[in-house]
């Protein structure tokens, strides 16, 4: 039967963790399901056959990249991928796996970690942390998959609310910042093909460096712009003296940023990088998940929190949180992605420093309309759940 109104508010606050929810658990669950589905609602069925269960399905979908892409490590031209839906009682949740080379995931990795799934033990979708808890413990790793999950149920229990996950947690979307757009390490013209392509729908730039030939690519970025830029290294500088003067020249023509400079396992080195380093310094690969914030705290300046990488939006929460109490900065990336996750993480963007929310504008074949960047600033959708639509 439907959830009754008095035990859908006990539930809700429950659910959601202790965060501000302000008037999301006052509405009905036949208002919540109009907004969520449309004023064509006109009802909310009493399911006759006892309580709904959920249903979780997948399927494999490749992202196709506009440009080539290319770090310190690797190139490629698309990113495997796998979208999931969690279906309850009419309502809808989507989320999404996106797996770069470099998490060692797979589309055959994800889907067998997600046919482990038994959502059907739940009857209640509220109960986000004791399901997340059990997805979680199935097994170590497929972090892409549990993140997957994760998504897919805050976006279906947002939608059963009728608000956004923005607004559940009490943030204020007009506090999001600037979003990055990333230039991946490329020859000076197509560098200058790309910079002259996004230079005037962005304020800030995100340039890949950690080859040999990142004062190029900065210079030739300059021929057409002198929009700030926050570079990314992606663990490839391993001097920590030649790292310090290249951050020193870095600094000197416009950069406000390093992410990753060395290889995550020379904690001593990048300690002492950030400590003298003129710019603030983030762990990205260094960093994956709640438990790892402890062991680099005072070894950067602040962490770079990815869905695909700490299990979607619960943990992703509580990392923000932590990284605040510890007097770190925050930072909200993603992987190359549908506006799936990527709308999904930018729920979170109100209380961070820096984002770098541009992989749904790096595909050609997005699913989803959701978060959008206006000036340059990303801007969230008032849609419940994490704000998207299916083209």
């Known amino acids: 039967m439907a959830i009754k109104r008095r035990e859908f508010i006990k539930t809700a606050g429950s659910a959601i963790m202790g965060a501000a929810v302000g008037a999301a658990v006052t509405i009905p669950i036949e208002e919540a399901k109009k907004k969520a589905l449309g004023n064509s609602v006109q009802s909310y069925h009493v399911n006759k056959n006892g309580p709904a269960r959920m249903k979780l399905s997948f399927e494999p979908y490749e992202l196709k990249l506009r440009h080539t892409f290319t770090v310190a490590s690797y190139s490629r031209t698309t990113t495997p991928d796998v979208q999931v839906k969690i279906e309850y009682d009419g309502f809808t949740g989507y989320g999404e796996a996106s797996m770069p080379p470099y998490l060692g995931q797979s589309v055959e990795s994800v889907s067998t970690f997600l046919k482990k799934v038994n ?22 790793g497929d972090t892409a998959a549990k993140a997957a999950v994760d998504i897919a149920l805050h976006d279906l229990v947002g939608k059963m609310m009728g608000q956004p996950w ?3 947690w009490g943030l204020d979307p007009g506090k999001a910042p600037d979003t990055t757009f990333t230039i991946g390490i490329d020859t000076p013209d197509v560098v200058r093909e790309k910079t002259r392509e996004c230079a005037d729908k962005f304020n800030i730039l995100k340039v890949k460096v950690g080859l040999d030939n990142d004062k190029e690519m900065i210079e030739t970025i300059r021929e057409i712009t002198d929009l700030p830029i926050a570079v990314d290294a992606n663990q490839g500088w391993k001097d920590k003296h030649l790292a310090l003067d290249m951050i020193g020249w870095l600094a000197e023509h416009g950069v406000v940023m390093v992410e990753q400079p060395m290889p995550k396992e020379m904690l001593d080195e ?6 003298n380093s003129p710019l603030p310094v983030f762990a990205d690969e260094a960093i994956q998940r709640l438990e790892d914030i402890p062991s680099i705290k005072g070894v950067y300046s602040g962490i770079n929190i990815k869905l695909m990488k700490c299990t979607g939006m619960r943990e992703a929460w509580k990392m923000a949180n ?10 909200v990336g993603c992987m190359t992605e549908t506006s799936c996750a990527v709308s999904a ?4 963007s109100p209380v961070v420093d820096f984002a770098d929310l541009d ?26 759940g994490i704000g998207i639509k299916l083209l």
């Not at 959502?119 to 170590?140: A, H, K, S, W």
């Not at 990048?270 to 400590?275: D, M």
């Not at 932590?322 to 930072?331: I, T």
């Not at 993480?345 to 979170?348: E, I, K, P, S, T």
């Open 322 to 331: 932590y990284a605040r109490a510890e007097g770190m900065r925050v930072m």
């Open 119 to 140: 959502l059907d033990q739940f009857r209640d979708p509220f109960r986000i942390d004791d399901i997340l808890t059990y997805v979680d413990g199935i097994n170590e």
């Open 166 to 168: 923005f607004r559940i």
């Open 359 to 384: 992989g749904n504008l790096l595909i050609s074949n997005d699913r989803f309309e959701g978060m959008t960047v206006v000036n340059g600033k990303i801007t969230l959708p008032d849609r419940p």
């Open 270 to 275: 990048n300690a002492w990088l950030t400590e």
């Open 345 to 348: 993480a930018a729920q979170l």
